[in-house]
Structures are given as C-alpha cells and as structure tokens.
C-alpha cells in the first residue's frame, strides 16, 4: 500500500479513538443498557471502515455530525434520569425529639412522649392523655379521676431553659412524690417525679423521665 493512503488511515483512527475517549467522559456512571453502549461503538466504527476503505479522511462536517449524535446520547440518557425522578415528592419532616417521658407503673395506663408543650390527663375524650382503656376502666378507682385530673405543660425559664409543670385540676388530688400539688395549683416537675392520682400512695402513677 502507497504511504501517502497509510496517513489518512491513521488519522481516522485517531478520531475514531479521540470520538471513544469523549463518550466515556460523558458517562461517570453508566447506567443504560449495553445494548446502546455497543450501539454507540459499532456506529463509530462503522464510520470508520467506510473512511479506510474510500481511503480518504473524514470531513468536518462528519466530525460534527458524530459529535452532535454523542452529545445526542448523552442527552437523551439524562432526560430519562430526570424523569425517573417525581417532582411531587417532599422531603419528610423530621420527628421532634420528646422533652419528656411518662413511663406508667400500673396496667390500664400507656407510656407518653411529651412532644407538645402542654397535655391535658382525664376521663374526658377532649384530653391528649384520655383514660379510656377498658382495664382501667373496671378498676374501682377510675370513678375518682376527674374529666380533667392534671394537665403537664411546659414555660421557658431562665438561661433560655424549659421547666415542666404539673397542674391539679381534680377533685380528688394530684400527688407528685406523695406529696397534694393541690386544685389550682402547680409545682414544677423533675427527673424521676412519681404522679399519683386521687390516693398518694395509688399505683396508677406515672414517672417524669
């Protein structure tokens, strides 16, 4: 073969190899199948063959056309990312962290994460803490708690710090670690604080953890 047919030849390979090299920049992470990934490489070759066999070097005009059809490629594998992805989804929201824990040492009653700053506890629906369970309800002291026996709140104290409250509503009493809060009346409340209702000495209690 003349040398002067060997050049041209050796040129288109190297456009060949250079065309390669930019497809696979395109492609970090190659996620289509690899039916168009060899697609993509026969295509190039095919041009190829058809630029060694005239024996001449390919125009610009067909550099062009097979860059503008990579890019095309690439083109059309991000828009179907994108589309994989729903617009409506909104990020969740994260759950709040409880400032309170009432753990219940009797049955008939349910462990609460305090979340809200204020919770009312009694016999009425209207209560975010209702005594409604059907064991406590045949006990013989489920008739001594009130509609609204305690509400459990919280105030923002000094140094920026919140201070947990309990307040008597009931008729019968409210006992923190024994002790007759009072109707009307609040105390605050610390770690390890036992809440009994209607008797001091009641095991349906709470512990503020």
């Known amino acids: 073969v003349p040398p002067h047919h060997t050049r041209p030849g050796s040129t288109s390979s190297q456009a060949h190899g250079t065309g390669g090299s930019q497809s696979q920049g395109g492609f970090t992470q190659p996620q289509g199948p690899l ?6 490489s026969s295509q190039s070759q095919s041009q190829s063959t058809s630029s ?8 610009s005009s067909q550099s062009s056309h097979s860059s503008s059809g990579t890019l095309s490629s690439l083109e059309t ?17 994260p759950v709040p962290a409880p400032w309170a824990r009432l753990w219940a040492l009797q049955d008939g009653f349910s462990n609460l ?58 008729g019968n009493g409210t006992f923190v670690n024994t002790e007759l809060v009072g109707k009307g009346k609040c105390r605050p409340l610390s770690n390890n604080s036992e809440i009994a209702l209607s008797l001091c000495r009641n095991k349906g209690k709470f512990i503020v953890i």
């Open 113 to 170: 994460d305090c979340v809200n700053d204020s919770y009312w506890f009694g016999r009425d629906k209207s209560c975010e803490y209702c005594f409604d369970e059907p064991l406590l309800k045949r006990t013989d002291k489920y008739r001594t708690y009130s509609k609204k026996h305690f509400r459990i709140f919280r105030e923002m104290g000094p140094k920026n710090s919140y201070i947990a409250y309990i307040e008597d509503h009931s």
């Open 52 to 59: 060694s066999s005239t024996g001449t070097a390919p125009t």
């Open 35 to 40: 039916s168009q990934l060899h697609g993509f």
């Open 77 to 93: 594998v991000s828009t179907q990312e994108l589309c994989s992805i729903p617009e409506d989804q909104e990020p969740e929201e």
